[in-house]
T-cell receptor, first 115, second 109 residues
Framework: ETGVTQTPRHLVMGMTNKKSLKCEQHLGHNAMYWYKQSAKKPLELMFVYNFKEQTENNSVPSRFSPECPNSSHLFLHLHTLQPEDSALYLC??????????????FGAGSRLTVL | GQNIDQPTEMTATEGAIVQINCTYQTSGFNGLFWYQQHAGEAPTFLSYNVLDGLEEKGRFSSFLSRSKGYSYLLLKELQMKDSASYLCAVRDRDYKLSFGAGTTVTVRA
């Protein structure tokens, strides 16, 4: 596979469930990102990992917990979510998070519905 | 923080030209990007501007004026497949990339 792959593509969970979103990139990039996309709103940056180190946590509630075991994999662990957390969660990767010209490559997203 | 504004929706006819404007206010500037996102798909990179002027890439062109905090994406010879959301994004001095809410372009036959 090439590019950025996200699983699952769709997820429905209750507020008391625990689930995880997975992202994998085969581009040899060193930076990985989680963004939240809600209808009619700008993409919201959640977390950034550069060379496996978390460099950005954009005031995200603790019910979202990222994990980056290596430069190719990124997880978003979810627990006790709220209905307003329902959104499309996009993973992206780039060569380096601290370069002006570096282009993000996005996955197709995981559509999350919290009941 | 950053403030990025772009129109919500635009409609145009197949074969026509559409210009999507983007204005921004940012703390420092390290480049402006345009992405295309079809419904249910990943955003894909279209263009990057860091210096003032016009960048042309086939039917798509992007313009930047840093002094005015302004960019536009020009889509020429519109095709039905160009119906999508177009996202303007700005990178600040800390290399943080922030996005506008996107402009949904509908191309009619």
């Amino acid at each position: 596979e090439t590019g950025v792959t996200q699983t699952p593509r769709h997820l429905v969970m209750g507020m008391t469930n625990k689930k995880s979103l997975k992202c994998e990139q085969h581009l040899g990039h060193n930076a990985m990102y989680w963004y939240k996309q809600s209808a009619k709103k700008p993409l919201e940056l959640m977390f950034v990992y550069n060379f496996k180190e978390q460099t950005e946590n954009n005031s995200v509630p603790s019910r979202f917990s990222p994990e980056c075991p290596n430069s190719s994999h990124l997880f978003l662990h979810l627990h006790t979510l709220q209905p307003e957390d329902s959104a499309l969660y996009l993973c992206a990767s780039s060569q380096d998070a601290s370069s002006g010209a570096n282009v993000l490559t996005f996955g197709a997203g995981s559509r999350l519905t919290v009941l | 923080g950053q403030n990025i504004d772009q129109p919500t929706e635009m409609t145009a006819t197949e074969g026509a030209i559409v210009q999507i404007n983007c204005t921004y206010q940012t703390s420092g500037f390290n480049g402006l990007f345009w992405y295309q996102q079809h419904a249910g798909e990943a955003p894909t990179f279209l263009s990057y501007n860091v210096l003032d002027g016009l960048e042309e890439k086939g039917r798509f062109s992007s313009f930047l004026s840093r002094s005015k905090g302004y960019s536009y994406l020009l889509l020429k010879e519109l095709q039905m497949k160009d119906s999508a959301s177009y996202l303007c994004a700005v990178r600040d001095r800390d290399y943080k990339l922030s996005f506008g809410a996107g402009t949904t372009v509908t191309v009619r036959a």
